[in-house]
């Protein structure tokens, strides 16, 4: 545990370090955001490229605590791909399409250092039942790993929101693997947390600089390689529900809107103003506290997995379904699934 609590440290201290340095070639390199629609909460041009300071700190101290073996290898060259493509996006825009490639090619990268999703386990059979998905482990691996790179892209609105929300997730995805045993998964979880808790003294409301697709595109592809190796190749039979559990801000966010738009006569992919963060400022919150609020609301879903992933058992999945459906009467009330609550989405 001492080694993770090192780990951690190093890595606050080089994200902090860096982050003023990736802020300095953001500018120079004219990766910065103006403000050009009224989705935007910010009202100046901020610099882009905050996820340098988060992918160097990671890089380095994985390099530095980790067995260099194929999953690091794996995940490096993974992250480094999504890393590349979030660069080119903050400098100059990258289309749908030319992302999805990015990240598609990433996925392909984890699976080849066996970073993938062989089976699922099977909660209502006898203990350590599995069913080996085969040739359906591929896709639905990259399903996952696409997915979940670009939820947190689509939460990351508001200043220290994404870096915040990713700490938390980190951390819960530590204690988790803990508890599994998966030490390398521990370190490298902490040293994730770390270098979003160093980054959040310049991204916390008033920002200074904001991580851009850089930052949100590699956290959230390295949340979900944390959430195969930490959690899905377990035989446990919660290993499905927690990673969803653990990341339920970002991934229920995104299927609501996903859901709003379609409801509404909406293309997915086209952009609104019900995001959660959104249906908070409308009632009132400031950015500092709306952040708060959703910091809160990740925490509790980090310590509802970890306890579900220690119950481990039929209730667990029961609990899990409890959560799920209470999310989705709260998410309904506020007008996140519909996007009749309160004003119109733009």
Known sequence: MENTLVAFLISAIISLSMTPVARKVAVRVGAVDIPKDERRVHKKPMPLMGGLAIFISVLVSSLIFLPIDKTLI?????SSIIFISGVIDDIRGLSPKGKLIFQILASIVLILGDVKIDAITNPFGAPGTVLSLGMFSIPITIFWVVGITNTLNLIDGLDGLAAGVAMIASLSFLFVANKFNYIPVVIISAIVAGACLGFLPYNFNPAKIFMGDTGALFLGFVLASLSIEGVMKSVATIAVVVPIII??????DTTFAIFRRLL?????????KGHLHHRLLKLGFSQRKTVLILYAISAIFGLCAIFVAKTNSKRAVYLAVAIFLITIFLANKLGLITGKKGDKDE
């Open 247 to 252: 990341l339920g801000v970002p991934i229920f």
């Open 264 to 272: 509404n006569g909406k293309s997915i992919a086209e952009a609104d």
């Open 74 to 78: 794996s995940i490096i060259i993974g």
